[in-house]
């Protein structure tokens, strides 16, 4: 089967920061200074985000030669420019099936698969940024396993702190927020909070897939 060459994004825009968002693959988002430098930086990033697709066993029609075809822009807010992905876009508000749902909590099971993965094979210390900076691997599971506690809340779910270390506590935490995902919508936000399914698949999994991709690059002396 041929590959495609376009990919439908999303780009929300402050002064500072942009982010490209892949509209119907969650946690293809990625940053740059412009737009200009974000959809580059998205296009530039989908051999990565194929193993998410490949580990969530979905056939993923993008190789190198992607073109990334900027369908909605929205003005971003002081999340976007602190480096988060905000915008929920006009796409986000389409409703969703039980296929569609599912095909999001694979999605989002495979960022987290791939983050466990990257974290178990991490040397503990980290090689550190360009100015020093930059939290060790065990801080940043803290970091992650944390927002998934918060992520969980907006979706109107029991989000207490959980202790990255314990596995079942994690795993539930983990499995309540696919089943939130998973579940047919009208597009409308989960629990009547402020995140439809589609836009939630695509928050949770940037941020592990995020700090995944930090981990790879600050592991490898060569990056």
């Not at 694979?106 to 939290?135: H, M, N, Q, S």
């Amino acid at each position: 089967m041929p590959k495609s060459k376009n990919v439908a994004a999303g780009v929300e825009v402050t002064p500072r920061k942009a982010f490209a968002s892949a509209l119907d693959w969650p946690g293809w988002s990625r940053a740059g200074k412009t737009p200009e430098d974000a959809v580059a930086a998205l296009a530039a990033y989908v051999d990565r985000y194929a193993a998410v697709a490949k580990r969530a066993k979905l056939d993923f029609p993008f190789d190198t030669a992607v073109q990334v075809d900027v369908v909605e822009e929205g003005e971003g807010n002081a999340t976007t420019a602190f480096g988060a992905p905000d915008v929920r876009f006009a796409a986000d508000g389409r409703r969703t099936t039980a296929k569609d749902g599912e095909q999001l909590a694979a999605i989002v099971d495979a960022a987290w698969t791939i983050f466990d993965r990257v974290v178990a094979g991490a040397p503990a210390e980290l090689r550190k940024g360009p100015r020093g900076g930059g939290r060790d691997r065990d801080k940043i599971v803290e970091h992650v396993v944390g927002a998934d506690g918060g992520y969980a809340r907006v979706l109107g779910l029991n989000g207490n702190e959980v202790d990255p270390r314990d596995r079942a506590a994690v795993a539930d935490l983990r499995k309540r927020m696919l089943d939130a995902i998973r579940g047919p919508s009208d597009g409308s936000p989960i629990a009547g909070k402020k995140w439809p399914p589609r836009y939630a698949a695509r928050r949770v999994a940037w941020h592990a897939l995020d700090h995944a991709w930090e981990i790879e690059d600050r592991s490898d002396p060569e990056r």
